[in-house]
């Protein structure tokens, strides 16, 4: 067919071009031919007035390519392409080869033809919307999406990550509150999520003058939470039902993003899976909402798991037709002879490209060594200055061996703003952290284990494009919107020394991958290139088909697992037996049903009937009765859900034999930590190996110099402050000390210790404290605002900070005092 054959020429220009560029073809001639232009623009014409999706496919692919590789002179080209583009629903693509769009009027330049300028309106007037009377340009699936919102209660949407589906949900949030008010929630998986719409928010709630909303990423009992737009991980949200029954009375609108990530629910290690799917079912039990948008890129009938969670029937929006041409390029070695392959999802079989430089190509292996690293290096070194790159690294600690290696063979100009970076970060941490010197060089990594405040700083520095390139682990899978061109994967494994355990990322993962290159209204073209490709096809691989674009067909509930341990379940339960060794596989379960009955009561067979436990009453009568026969208060065993009441029970008795401390200040309380830590190890071992585990072979010393940090921490030193000794002389051990801090202080020991806390000190703050690492009234204030704790301490320190008990006052302080701060320090600050 015709739109094969333009596209195949254009895909050869396009694979040419890249292996020249790498330095793995000499140059040849590799422009567009002007009969290949009239054959483009006589496809397109045809392809913009079809409404399938693949048409539309096919229109992105050449419109992307016809552009990228255009004879300057060719300037009625811009013409076409907004009149194609406009015509099949992607009038937002056309805004990016307009320079001269007025986005303040929201007006394209005036074209050669009239007609076609008609034709261009008449288009964009179908797809816009007006929220306020400011009006806004979507595309055909956005409007879709806008639409449904209006018509359904729920609405699931499934589409590649470059669509634009964030935005339009903005936009409707604020439609949605300017029409009624009332609360949002929006749940995301990460803290780099919760930062990006938290800001996005702020920018587009001042553009409408919204100033009665606030902002908020934790619930907070004692602060009116009616004009509230919450952006919570599932974690932060859930824990709101801990201080109220019913903390979300009324919703204007709840998103989950990022849905696919309760797909593991019933794996009894994924925690973060089921706080998720529990954190949809108290919503749905609990909340009036108006709205319901679940989304998640490329999942298959989201529709139905729209109703398996919410028990209510589910608008479908999906769309396999990306704003964003993806092309996936890789390396691969046949006998002797190595070849550049082409990927595309219109084609069936790459196009593929024999390479005559092969000096430096590394193939094989997962150690990232010199050899293969100086490969990485000179790959890197071929794409212009203008291009931002993602390196996907296997494991964080594998970020920082690419970060040295890469900063050590760069040599690039001095940059004043990369210099002050530096020193920002040597400032916070210490001089010694990685960091510190590829940063100079145009180089970051980005992972769980970054402070928060620097992970700010650098996403900032990214988004300015002063960053060229960052090395990511599967943080990048969570829906982190980078604007980046380029993604680099060396293969799927995820170690660099394979173990009875170790993974390799799924068809799914590396499609997800694949989506992150280019953003819409950013990119055109969007590259992944994967270094090996055989690394993909190994014998003991899952891959399927290489480099297609997966989906996701998901299903949720606990009845499975149920019915598959339901004997041993009905004995646990009836009689006593907690969570231990012999039950781990199901023992949540256990503690699912403990809880739910505690809290429903009678209504319990019916709620456990919507997560797919069908339980008879003669059976709930007994659990019943053998979870009345416990000591331990009700509300203690709410308060703490994720233990199982019978382990509370035994706590509740056994609690007077343990001291704990509650002033941060008191003398010696790092060991006071030890023992309640030591306590949880010797009669809960199951809690203590799930939130805090360190080695046995590091035994009581290595608790005693971790509780040493967590003192630290308590009292609000900073960071730098803790790496002062010449152990941290060695940078591995700041970062290490940084992860612990990180995850296992700030989240897992709160939850481990709190029923402690909640038996012998209920009014007590410690574990916040904890948690925030802060204890005074003005640095949690100032944390509760979202502000990162070494931003906070600095603060504190260093300003006078007033009317900490009235929030409004508080942040209008703060918004004067942002301007008079040093520019690292006042990035952080913008979502206020």
Same mark, same amino acid.
């Given at each position: ?159 590649? +990550? *470059? ?5 339009? %949900?903005?936009?409707?949030? @604020?439609?949605? &509150?300017? #029409?009624?008010?009332?609360? !949002? ?100 039990? +609990? *909340? ?5 948008? %679940?989304?998640?890129?490329? @999942?298959?009938? &989201?529709? #139905?798991?729209?109703?398996? !969670? ?101 040599? *690039? ?420």
């Amino acid at each position: 067919m015709k739109k094969d054959k333009v596209l195949t020429q254009l895909l050869d220009i396009e694979l040419r071009s890249n292996a020249s560029k790498l330095g793995f073809i000499d140059k040849s001639d590799l422009s567009i031919s002007n009969n290949l232009l009239q054959e483009a623009i006589s496809v397109l014409n045809q392809l913009s007035v079809n409404k399938d999706e693949e048409s539309k496919k096919y229109l992105i692919a050449i419109c992307a390519l016809l552009w990228t590789y255009k004879n300057e002179k060719w300037n009625g080209l811009k013409d076409y392409l907004t009149l194609f583009l406009s015509r099949s629903g992607f009038g937002p693509s056309s805004i990016m080869i307009d320079k001269k769009y007025d986005s303040a009027d929201s007006t394209f330049s005036q074209g050669s033809s009239l007609i076609n300028m008609f034709s261009i309106t008449l288009s964009h007037l179908e797809h816009e919307i007006n929220i306020s009377n400011k009006t806004f340009l979507l595309s055909e699936f956005q409007k879709s999406i806008w639409n449904g919102i209006q018509e359904s209660k729920i609405i699931g949407i499934s589409a590649p +990550t *470059s669509a634009g589906k964030s935005f339009l %949900i903005l936009l409707k949030a @604020i439609d949605l &509150i300017t #029409k009624k008010s009332g609360s !949002i929630i929006y749940v995301v998986p990460t803290l780099s999520l919760v930062s990006q719409v938290q800001s996005d928010f702020r920018k587009i709630l001042d553009e409408f003058s919204l100033n009665e909303y606030s902002l908020e990423t934790a619930f907070n009992n004692q602060y009116n939470n009616e004009k509230a737009i919450f952006v919570l991980t599932q974690e932060k949200a859930i824990s709101a039902f801990s201080q109220k029954n019913n903390p979300f009375p009324k919703l204007r609108l709840l998103v989950i993003d990022e849905i696919q990530n309760v797909e593991r629910v019933e794996d009894s290690d994924d925690n973060r899976a089921k706080v998720l799917y529990d954190l949809m079912i108290e919503l749905k039990n +609990t *909340s009036i909402i108006d709205h319901i948008i %679940i989304s998640g890129p490329r @999942i298959e009938k &989201i529709d #139905k798991l729209g109703i398996q !969670i919410f028990g209510e029937e589910t608008m479908l929006k999906e769309t396999n037709a990306s704003p964003v041409l993806n092309l996936t390029y890789s390396l691969s070695k046949i006998k002797k002879e190595s070849f550049l392959n082409l990927h595309f999802e219109l084609s069936e079989q790459p196009i593929k490209l024999k390479i005559e430089n092969t000096s430096d190509i590394v193939f094989k292996g997962s150690m990232y060594n010199d050899k293969y690293l100086t490969f990485l290096h000179k790959f890197l070194a071929t794409f212009n200055e203008e291009e931002s790159n993602i390196i996907f690294s296997p494991t964080s600690n594998t970020c920082t061996t690419i970060a040295n290696f890469i900063t050590a063979k760069t040599i *690039s100009d001095e940059s004043q703003y990369l210099n002050g970076l530096s020193e920002f970060i040597a400032s916070t941490i210490h001089r010694n952290y990685p960091m510190v010197q590829s940063v100079k060089k145009s180089i970051v990594y980005h992972h769980g284990k970054l402070p928060i405040h620097i992970r700010l700083v650098i996403e900032h520095a990214i988004k300015q494009k002063e960053i060229k390139t960052i090395i990511c682990t599967t943080t990048l899978l969570q829906g982190v919107n980078l604007p980046v061109q380029n993604i680099i994967i060396r293969s799927p494994n995820l170690y660099t020394r394979k173990k009875p355990y170790s993974t390799k990322l799924t068809n799914y993962e590396v499609s997800n991958l694949r989506g992150r290159a280019g953003r819409l209204l950013k990119d055109f073209v969007g590259r992944t290139y994967i270094l090996d490709e055989n690394g993909f096809n190994q014998s003991d691989s899952n891959q399927m088909e290489l480099f297609k674009d997966d989906s996701k067909d998901i299903k949720v509930g606990y009845g499975a697992k149920y019915n598959q341990y339901k004997n041993a379940i009905f004995n646990d339960i009836t009689e006593g037996i907690g969570s231990n060794e012999n039950n781990k596989e199901y023992s949540f379960l256990n503690t699912y049903l403990r809880q739910t009955i505690i809290r429903q009561e009678e209504k319990s067979i019916e709620y456990l009937k919507s997560v797919g436990i069908i339980l008879e009453t003669k059976v709930f009568k007994e659990f019943q009765t053998a979870i009345n026969s416990l000591e331990v208060p009700k509300a203690i065993c709410s308060n703490n859900r994720y233990w199982d009441p019978v382990d509370l029970n035994r706590l509740f008795i056994m609690a007077s034999a343990i001291d704990i401390p509650t002033d941060p200040n008191v003398n010696n309380l790092s060991s006071k930590l030890k023992e309640v830590i030591l306590f949880i190890k010797e009669h809960f071992p199951i809690y203590y190996d799930r939130y805090f585990s360190v080695p046995e072979v590091e035994g009581r010393y290595m608790i005693m110099s971790k509780c040493y940090l967590i003192e630290k921490w308590i009292r609000e030193k900073p960071l730098f402050d803790f790496f002062t000794s010449s152990y941290y002389d060695n940078p591995a051990n700041i970062e290490k000390d940084i992860s612990f801090i990180q995850n296992k202080v700030s989240y897992d020991l709160p939850l481990m210790i709190k029923p402690l806390y909640d038996i012998k000190s209920p009014d007590s703050l410690f574990t916040r404290f904890i948690e925030m690492g802060a204890y005074t009234p003005i640095t949690r204030k100032l944390i509760d605002l979202n502000i990162p704790r070494e931003t906070a301490i600095f603060l504190k320190k260093n300003y006078p900070i007033e009317n900490i008990e009235d929030r409004k006052l508080m942040i209008q302080q703060i918004r004067i005092l942002r301007e008079k701060l040093p520019y690292w320090y006042k990035i952080q600050l913008e979502h206020l």
